[in-house]
């Protein structure tokens, strides 16, 4: 299971390393993407993503420690996505000749072994994904996706449109309450982050409006309740809602909350094969093959990102469904601090383990040398008799 990645310790110490210091300065690049993410979400992201490229491509487990190395290096080398995501092309070139023991990499017909492996399980029997939330997975299992037809406040938040509007000012949720469909993405990146900020506008109320400078943008990805709370009492103020209106608002977000159990849900992602959407073929894929001299450019090209915003408006059968769900930004941070704690205590117990031991010797010792001395002590007595005739 993908999701039984994130238990792994070097795992979770690099997921602490991108959310440090270290990585906010890595270049944002000029797609529209890019301008959605925080630098943080980014780089987590970004890692996601080659875990699951590496899952679906290279498969075996046998050089994932390597690979997660190799990934740290890459985070602190590079200092822009673009680069990041070419050096992860060039790494699951690498590790697939090691997988099929392919040692000249500057061989063509080698080269064309890799390309076409990776083309075969990235595209034509790959996935596209659709982040959604986790409350409705078992319907999900059970009936199929259908687009839109979730138990959602629609109409309650049509009223909070309307709300802002009339006070000139734009909620931001940027959603059409009346479309009948979703959007799916190849991009199993931009998968986690809408998986991580769904329903996305719920997301763009409590955190995600670009107009409120001072937000805290990690907020919902945090299922930070607070912090959530405290972006929308920042935006109603900008708006100038009365009391009444503000009332209204954060009693419809509170309920929604609770709807979706925001403060427990995962990143939940919907996957479907490619060919289901009939588009498990790259148009550029001859010319590809024909430029094979530089392998990594070429699986670059292969694992970029090509459609973010296909619009399914029908039913997909939940025997055409797959699912991943990766735990949440506390539980990941949890289980890094209870590893600390593990650590930790295995080490007091040892210490109190070594300090017992030392103490116990310390007896031993002590009743070891007043045997001694008693012995000493009762043979000088005894010569002391003899001499005296006792």
């Known amino acids: 299971m993908f999701d039984e990645i994130f238990k792994r310790k070097d795992v ?3 997921i602490e390393e991108l959310f440090s210091y270290n990585f906010r300065n890595i270049v944002i690049n000029n797609s529209a993407s890019d301008f959605l993410l925080s630098s943080n979400e980014r780089a987590l992201f970004t890692f996601f993503d080659a875990l699951f490229k590496y899952k ?17 290096k890459l985070f602190k080398k590079m200092n822009n996505f673009n680069d990041i995501n070419l050096g992860i092309s060039k790494l699951i070139g690498r590790f697939c000749a090691l997988k099929f023991n392919i040692e000249n990499l500057d061989d063509e017909i080698s080269k064309r072994e890799i390309l076409q492996y990776i083309y075969n399980k990235y595209v034509v029997e790959g996935y596209f994904f659709h982040g959604f939330s986790g409350v409705y997975k078992e319907q999900i299992k059970m009936y199929g996706f259908n687009p839109e037809q979730y138990q959602h406040l629609y109409p309650r938040f049509i009223e909070i449109e ?21 959007y799916f993405t190849d991009s199993f990146m931009m998968a986690c982050y809408y998986g991580s900020n769904a329903p996305m506008y719920f997301y763009r109320l409590l955190g995600g409006n670009l107009e409120i400078k001072d937000c805290d943008r990690e907020a919902y990805f945090k299922n930070d309740y607070l912090s959530c709370f405290g ?12 009391d009444f209106e503000k009332k209204y608002v954060t009693k419809v977000c509170c309920d929604e909350w609770k709807a979706l159990q925001k403060g427990l849900s995962n990143i939940n992602i919907l996957m479907v094969k490619r060919k289901t959407l009939g588009l498990n073929s790259l148009r550029d894929v001859d010319y590809i093959f024909n430029s094979v001299s530089d392998l990594g450019d070429c699986i670059y090209k292969i694992l970029n990102s090509r459609f973010d915003d296909i619009v399914v408006d029908y039913k997909l059968e939940n025997f055409n469904i797959e699912f991943i769900e990766i735990p949440n930004y506390k539980f ?35 009743l070891i040398l007043l045997g001694s001395l008693f012995i000493t002590l009762g043979v000088i007595i005894s010569i002391i008799a003899i001499i005296r005739g006792v």
């Open 12 to 14: 979770c110490d690099l």
């Open 231 to 242: 972006n929308l009492n920042k935006m109603m103020k900008k708006a100038g809602l009365n």
């Open 162 to 182: 309307k709300i802002f509007a009339k006070h000139g000012f734009k909620s931001g949720m940027n959603k059409n309450f009346d479309d009948g469909y979703s």
């Open 332 to 366: 990941l941070f949890d289980v890094r601090e209870s590893q600390a704690f593990e650590i930790t205590s295995k080490n007091r117990i040892a210490r109190i383990r070594e300090e017992r031991l030392n103490n116990t010797y310390g007896r031993v010792s002590l």
């Open 56 to 72: 679906i491509i290279v498969e075996t487990d046998i050089f994932l420690d390597e690979y997660i190395v190799q990934l740290r």
